[in-house]
């Protein structure tokens, strides 16, 4: 049997290699805005939970080349896409459930989370990759 563990940690110390500094953002609950989901909630931004990881950024495409089922599948958005994702390591974000966080930002750049992929064999968690919206 696979040692997830040591996957999991392998994954860290990459993405912790290649990174750079990104804060994800969870807003309260309330209601969403249904022209653009992706941006969560209407709630101010004052109480929204923020996490401070490192987060490799790559192409839709390369999400696809994963393995991963994106949210516009077609080969022509793909190619056109200049979309972006970022590679998280599940590790280094330890309790946070990723999935549940609607904004990512790189420096002075907000994106949406327009999708939270994770890949998990068994109960370990080893990364999460998120389909990035501006």
Same mark, same amino acid.
């Given at each position: ?8 940690a ?11 500094? *990104?804060? !994800? *953002? ?7 805005? $249904? ?7 209407? *709630? ?6 923020? *996490? ?11 999400l696809?080349?994963?393995?991963f089922?994106?949210?516009?599948? $077609? ?5 056109? $896409? ?6 998280? $390591? ?36 080893? !990364? ?7």
């Open positions: 049997m696979p040692n997830y563990v040591k996957l999991a392998t994954a860290e110390r990459l993405i912790q290699k290649a990174g750079r500094a *990104v804060t !994800l *953002v969870k807003f309260e609950t309330g209601e969403d805005d $249904s022209d653009e989901p992706h941006w969560g909630t209407a *709630v101010p931004r004052d109480g929204a939970t923020e *996490v401070s990881l490192t987060g490799v950024f790559v192409g839709v495409e390369d696809v080349k994963m393995g089922v994106v949210q516009e599948d $077609s080969p022509q958005f793909i190619a056109k $896409s200049k979309e972006k994702a970022v590679l998280l $390591s599940a590790k280094e974000a330890g309790t946070n459930l990723l999935e549940t966080f609607q904004e990512l930002i790189d420096g002075t750049v907000r994106y949406g989370i327009r999708k939270m992929h994770i890949l998990q064999p068994g109960a370990t968690r080893l !990364l999460y990759a998120a389909e990035l919206i501006r």
